[in-house]
């Protein structure tokens, strides 16, 4: 599926394409990218092969979508979305782990062009509710999502169980069983 406004890349510069398994080397330097403006590390090798598997193996774990601007010869933008379920609604949520455009290539309209299409696929595929998450710190992108009419939840708090601490946790429980 090709996202295109217009068969015109002067009237529309900007295309939005689902990524495939060629994409994969692109789609890791704009991971990469995210790291950076997050202050972490990018995925090392490994992480890299379990990304393409995860991405583009025979049971895709997540789906990646790229932004392409008339012009620049590599993807600018990426949105990585997977759907998770509500037990309470007893319908899909649409998770977006990832939206991120390239610096240089920012104030043209890509990332809100990335959050709509994202926005119109849970709400094609049947989701009751679209859910990410954003650092403290980006208070750009906390303000485009509340004048979209997300709004950031204050009764629930996000924990997060590394790989480390679950196996620190499962090695307790197996030694208490003992």
């Known amino acids: 599926m090709t996202i295109e ?9 900007l295309l939005l394409r689902r990524a495939t398994r060629a994409d994969a080397p692109a789609l890791i330097e704009l991971i990469a990218a995210l790291a950076r403006f997050e202050h972490l590390t990018p995925p090392n090798a490994a992480e890299q092969s379990r990304l393409i598997e995860d991405g583009f193996g025979e049971r895709p774990r997540f789906e990646a979508w790229l932004a392409f601007w008339a012009g620049v010869s590599r993807p600018v933008g990426y949105a990585v979305v997977f759907e998770c379920y509500s037990t309470f609604r ?20 890509i990332g809100s062009a990335l959050l709509r299409h994202c926005i119109q696929l849970a709400h094609d595929r049947g989701c009751e509710r679209m859910e990410w998450t954003c650092l403290d710190w980006n208070t750009k992108a906390q303000q485009v999502y509340e004048r979209i009419g997300a709004r950031r939840l204050s009764e629930w708090y996000l924990y997060r169980l590394t790989r480390d601490g679950m196996e620190k946790f499962l090695t307790r429980q197996t030694t208490a069983g003992s």
């Open 90 to 109: 007893a319908r899909p949520t649409f998770y977006l782990e990832d939206l991120f455009v390239l610096p240089d290539c920012r104030r043209r309209g």
């Open 5 to 13: 406004d217009s068969g015109s890349p002067a009237l529309n510069p």
